[in-house]
């Protein structure tokens, strides 16, 4: 594990020195920015908004300097970040995600889960895209919407879209980066039910790839509940494939084949209209229908392309159960990271440290899924506690830490693996936390 962390703060740190060579490409102002010395030069700026926890900024600027008379003042901080774009960091973290080569496989496949999560904003009027003014006489609030592609079996993050929640369109962020993942290795995208449609599908099956999405059971309409599918069997479970001809244009064929799309339905491979005497164009689909039982009531809806001898239902099951891991990751991101605690209320200085909190959440989880615990004979497994590896890598990147101690801080602090249950959900506002009681 030590040559691990060394490794992985290495690739890093020379992600930093790439990005801190060029700053001409990054400033707002290239002919004027970062050309004299001072105490916040880029690279310094870059790496003290990497390490910012959930203090104020004057408090994040005491521990990065250690109470040093010489510590810059929170202005000047503000005043240097106000210089370097988001795409700095944006560039930095998919710099970071590209340099780390091993992968982890199930099957010979990445497996890549889709998802978005809104994120609670100090107030801004300024900021349209993302303020929302309650009709009621509440109090209004501004929300962004994360979206994100997670690596399940490396848990870390590989690409991400923000947007202000008045403009976001996970459907678009998705198929967006779909289309750029470059990675050649085959891959299983995973999504939730927010994403089931045929423009999700196709762009996947244009990159050669394969997908799992939940979708609506056949009672709820969505997809499934316009195919022809025939029937159950004596479980209420099926397993079918369906080929589909989508097209624009509205024929009186016989063919179930056939579908329907109409100009308002967003499908990247055909044209939005037609002459009336045109042919007909269409672009064929290929999916498998699984549904399965999960309660003596309830049922679950999976749309894929992946083959049956090799993903049976149970296979699948599993599959769409690791989904998870980008929840919880998102849990982690906003608190044990402190994104929620962001310090600023203009959007730009907000991606800045959404990208950060990337790039740190994706450092942390890639030296400790290296250290090896030893299982002994105990009630439960054992995993690192997360909310302290977070402290002991930030630490470790800092340099106030070696590599050798960072091994045994994390190896200290432990947590049992218990199994997972599922509460209610229940509906629980959060709004974002004030500047004024921060931890100083």
Not at 37 to 65: H, Q, T, W
Not at 160 to 179: L, P, S, Y
Not at 271 to 297: A, D
Request: one cysteine or more.
């Amino acid at each position: 594990m030590k040559h691990t962390a060394k490794r992985i703060k290495r690739i890093l740190k020379k992600c930093l020195k790439e990005i801190s060579d060029h700053p001409e490409l990054f400033a707002k102002n290239p002919q004027k920015n970062f050309k004299r010395k001072r105490k916040l030069p880029f690279e310094e700026v870059l790496k003290l908004v990497l390490s910012m926890a959930g203090k104020s900024i004057r408090g994040e600027l005491m521990d990065y300097f250690g109470l040093k008379l010489s510590t810059p003042t929170a202005s000047a901080l503000v005043q240097q970040k106000n210089k370097i774009n988001y795409s700095a960091f944006e560039t930095l973290f998919h710099n970071f995600v590209d340099a780390i080569n091993e992968q982890d496989l199930l099957d010979g496949y990445r497996l890549i889960a889709m998802d978005g999560s809104d994120l609670h904003v100090p107030i801004n009027k300024n900021e349209p895209d993302s303020f929302h003014q309650n009709k009621n006489g509440d109090k209004p609030y501004n929300l962004l919407h994360i979206n994100a592609l997670y690596d399940l079996r490396r848990r870390i993050y590989v690409d991400g879209i923000i947007e202000g929640r008045k403009k976001e369109n996970e459907c678009k962020a998705f198929v967006t980066m779909v289309d750029r993942d470059s990675s050649p290795i085959p891959t299983i995208y995973i999504a939730d039910r927010g994403f089931e449609a045929y423009n999700n599908m196709a762009h996947i099956q244009e990159k050669g790839q394969k997908f799992l999405i939940r979708a609506k059971d056949f009672s709820y309409g969505g997809i499934v509940y316009s195919l022809d599918l025939g029937e159950f069997d004596e479980n209420g479970e099926m397993d079918k494939n369906v080929t589909l001809h989508l097209t624009r244009k509205n024929t009186k064929s016989d063919d179930k084949n056939f579908k329907f799309l109409n100009s308002k339905c967003v499908f990247d491979f055909l044209p939005t209209s037609y002459k009336r005497k045109s042919p007909i164009v269409s672009y064929e689909l290929n999916f498998r229908v699984v549904r399965f039982k999960l309660s003596e009531n309830s049922y679950e809806v999976l749309l894929t392309n992946l083959d049956r001898d090799q993903f049976d239902i149970n296979k699948l099951k599993n599959l769409y159960a690791m989904r998870w891991g980008i929840e919880t990751s998102f849990r982690a991101l906003k608190h044990t990271l402190t994104l929620s605690l962001v310090h600023s209320k203009k959007t730009e200085y907000i991606l800045q440290e959404i990208f950060a909190k990337f790039i740190m959440y994706n450092f942390t989880e890639l030296i400790t899924s290296h250290v090896i615990i030893k299982q002994k004979n105990r009630k439960y497994p054992y995993q690192i506690n997360f909310s302290a590896a977070v402290r002991i890598c930030r630490n470790f990147f800092l340099k106030n830490i070696s590599p050798s101690k960072t091994e045994a801080l994390l190896l200290k602090h432990l947590l049992p693996i218990r199994k997972r249950t599922s509460p209610p959900r229940g509906n629980r506002s959060y709004s974002a936390s004030t500047f004024l009681y921060r931890i100083p």
